[in-house]
């Protein structure tokens, strides 16, 4: 996992910006730049995967609940992967997908609303590897040259 160094506190409504980027072919679906996380950093990071393996990025905002990106919805994805930077650790935690919900305002063409929720089929449990990330009290505003933080495996 690699992050592009920068931070600011609204972390949650940027890593949707950086998810929307993840499931895309080609420009954007990369982090350009990026520097390895260290270890015990993102710990509300999880890896979406189907049958071929990642799909796109997400984070867990309970211990049922991971948000991500509606553009996602047509990778599949079966299970997310928890607590690891490294999701070729085959002992990394795997919790299957019971349900995804999207937004019936997503637009596909401008990707506006690009939200989803999945639902774990269990919860996981918290601990020094695992965290649920806060998310932003309501609307929020971003300035303009704010400076952003973006976290993922691309
Ligand atoms: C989706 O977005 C495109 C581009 O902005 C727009 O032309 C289209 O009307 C939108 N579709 C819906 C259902 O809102
Ligand atoms: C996960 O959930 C399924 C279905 O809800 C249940 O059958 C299974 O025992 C659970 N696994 C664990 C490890 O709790």
Not at 6 to 25: D, H, S, W
Not at 125 to 136: A, E, F, G, H, Y
Request: proline share 3%.
């Amino acid at each position: 996992m690699s992050f592009a160094a920068i931070m600011n506190g609204l972390q949650a409504f940027l890593l949707l910006q950086v998810l929307t980027c993840l499931g895309q072919i080609g420009h954007g679906s990369e982090i350009i730049h990026g520097q390895k996380a260290p270890e015990n950093s993102f710990l509300y990071m999880v890896s979406l995967q189907n049958n071929r393996g990642h799909v796109c990025g997400g984070f867990l905002i309970r211990e049922d609940f991971v948000m991500t990106a509606a553009h996602c919805y047509r990778f599949s994805p079966l299970h997310v992967v928890l607590g690891t930077h490294n999701l070729k650790d085959l002992h990394n935690e795997k919790i299957e997908v019971e349900k995804r919900f999207i937004t019936p305002f997503f637009n596909y063409t401008d990707l506006r609303d690009d939200i989803m929720l999945l639902k774990l089929a269990n919860k996981t449990q918290l601990n020094s590897r695992v965290q649920t990330i806060q998310l932003p009290p309501g609307e929020i505003n971003l300035e303009d040259n704010e400076i952003c933080q973006v976290a993922g495996w691309g």
